[in-house]
């Protein structure tokens, strides 16, 4: 066991899986000027979310202003959000003048808890953003049915969830909105992009995006994105990664951040604002990118769950490893792992020095930051995940050497 240890193992967090072709041949199209984003997008869903509209955007978060434009709120209007989430879904809230009420998750599956949403409506709540986080579907039967006895709107953020279910159907299709997203850390990518599902009612929102085609700009946005994603690929990974960070570490020193941001995005960033101008713009080669990826989705969460049963039955003895349930209101699409355990930061550490990839407070608990200090809310089950949580790494193409030296590093260094 050590032995192997003692070579470095080159396992990344996340590898899209995508061969050569689909890049180079898609990217190829980026150079071209395409004025008609919205050609062949909707055929891609086929009866995914019956009745609603599909509309493509510039990255999954432009999908949760639209509609908050869309949807008729007035500033100081409340919108419930779970607060161990993604920050930028908070930052969004804010800037539109809502006001975050920030609700804690389940313990188990880590998405918004029905009964302290339930517990934090008032008279000034209008809407209820529920995240799938890593995949793991939110129980929508309990918290659909809360939103329509208190007359409050509801929206889905499914950017980990692209093939989660619930009761069998996809999520994105119980909220009155839902957005995906396309960027190159997520199960099914465009390098970039996202998608708005959105009930019929809401009119104008079509071709929302269309007039913003900058092209050099986007071009060296799609390409940077691209050399992040092939960089991710099992055995280049070992060496590119490092270089890479290298030098996004070097540039970021001369005031160039923004390829730091790319390879690791997640990071709170108090200074970030949203602009509806940022992102590289939706574009028809990345329909044509998503097609093979979503035509093979199916396979590829099955084979995911597989390596995660098989990962998890190693782990499950591991004393000071705590496993975190996917499938309690649903299944799961296997786009994240994560478990649970004392010293995540410590852990990771160890195994960015072997060559494991992984993340330790990738999501934060929001009610805690400094920047929200306004809206800040106690959530105890947020607030211990916030401290707990480690990603690890998963993906289909995931060989037996590698599940088994990932699960070894975990026993060997889970008292560290
Ligand atoms: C990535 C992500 C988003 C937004 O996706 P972008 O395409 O980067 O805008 C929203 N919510 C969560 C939880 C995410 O991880």
């Not at 804010?94 to 409506?121: G, H, W």
Request: hydrophobic share 40%.
């Amino acid at each position: 066991m050590s032995t192997q240890l003692k070579r470095r193992l080159r396992i990344p967090i996340h590898y899209l899986g995508l061969p050569f072709r689909e890049y180079f041949f898609f990217l190829f199209h980026s150079f071209k000027q395409v004025r008609q984003p919205s050609v062949g997008f909707e055929a891609l869903w086929q009866g995914q979310f019956p009745g609603r509209q599909k509309i493509p955007v510039s990255l999954g978060r432009h999908a949760l202003w639209y509609f908050l434009e869309a949807s008729g709120l007035e500033p100081g209007d409340e919108v419930l959000v779970a607060a161990y989430n993604y920050y930028v879904i908070v930052r969004l809230i804010v800037q539109k003048r809502l006001v975050p009420v920030f609700v804690d998750v389940e313990e188990k599956t880590l998405c918004l808890d029905k009964s302290d949403l339930a517990r934090k409506i008032t008279s000034k709540s209008r809407l209820v953003v529920v995240t799938h986080i890593y995949g793991h579907p939110a129980d929508m039967t309990a918290i659909h049915s809360i939103c329509q006895e208190r007359k409050i709107l509801l929206f889905e953020d499914c950017a980990h969830g692209i093939g989660t279910t619930h009761r069998d159907r996809c999520v994105g299709s119980f909220g009155d909105g839902a957005l995906f997203s396309f960027g190159i850390n997520k199960l099914v990518s465009a390098l970039g992009g996202g998608m708005l599902v959105v009930q019929p009612t809401y009119t104008n929102l079509t071709g929302i995006e269309e007039k913003r085609w900058n092209s050099l700009s986007a071009i060296v946005s799609v390409m940077s994105r691209a050399l992040v994603a092939y960089q991710m690929k099992p055995g280049v990974y070992g060496w590119t990664n490092e270089l890479a960070l290298n030098v996004a570490v070097y540039l970021e020193r001369w005031g160039f951040d923004w390829f730091r941001n790319l390879l690791t995005p997640m990071k709170d960033n108090s200074r970030y604002r949203f602009s509806v101008y940022h992102g590289p713009g939706y574009r028809n080669f990345m329909t044509n990118m998503l097609k093979p990826q979503i035509e093979r989705l199916g396979d590829q969460i099955n084979r995911r769950r597989e390596i995660l049963k098989n990962i998890e039955d190693r782990l499950e003895s591991i004393v000071g490893v705590e496993l975190v349930e996917r499938d309690t209101h649903g299944r799961s699409n296997a786009s994240y792992f994560v478990i649970r355990v004392a010293r995540p930061e410590t852990m990771a550490r160890k195994f960015l020095q072997l060559g494991i990839g992984c993340h330790p407070h990738e999501f934060l608990d929001c009610s805690q930051l400094r920047q929200f200090s306004d809206f800040s809310n106690y959530c105890p089950v947020a607030f211990e995940a916030d401290k707990h949580v480690l990603r690890l790494p998963i993906y289909a193409e995931m060989k037996d050497e590698a599940i088994a030296a990932l699960c070894s590093a975990v026993a060997e260094h889970i008292d560290e």
